[in-house]
């Protein structure tokens, strides 16, 4: 079982704080970008695409282009980020079976999954992006 977050989606939300902090109206260029969250400036067109695709970031090409935040992060919550980049969770899949449940009244481990995915869903729904970076740095 796999409880966290992609390479992809980790990077994802690191040019989101990256792209807030440096938000002066320009463009960041993607090799600086790739730079700043540690990544390629090959890879960079996959994790931003997403993140384009969905309007929380825009992007420009030419010399003077590159990416820009396009959201207010006070008003972006984790959850909405993640799934813009791994898709929406699927709470009717079976833990047992990998698809959906057979049968709900038999199944031992329906209920309890069921809570714990909403429970999830429900903390990642309540961190808003602004506040990440404080929350990292103050539990360090």
């Known amino acids: 079982m796999h409880l966290g977050i992609s390479r992809k989606t980790a990077l994802a939300l690191k040019a989101m704080s990256v792209l807030s902090s440096m938000d002066d109206g320009l463009s960041v260029p993607g090799r600086e970008l790739a730079g700043h969250i540690g990544t390629t400036a090959r890879f960079l067109p996959q994790v931003m695409k997403p993140l384009v695709a969905h309007d929380y970031a825009t992007s420009s090409p030419g010399p003077s282009g590159g990416y820009r ?14 799934e813009a980049i791994e898709g929406p969770f699927d709470l009717g899949k079976c833990i047992s079976t990998g698809g959906p449940c057979p049968d709900q009244a038999s199944c031992a481990l329906h ?10 869903l429900t903390e990642l729904g309540s961190v808003m992006l602004d506040i990440m970076g404080q929350s990292s740095e103050s539990e360090g």
């Open 111 to 120: 209920i309890p999954w069921t809570r714990a995915k909403t429970a999830v």
């Open 69 to 82: 935040l396009a959201v207010d992060l006070t008003d972006t919550t984790l959850l909405q980020v993640i």
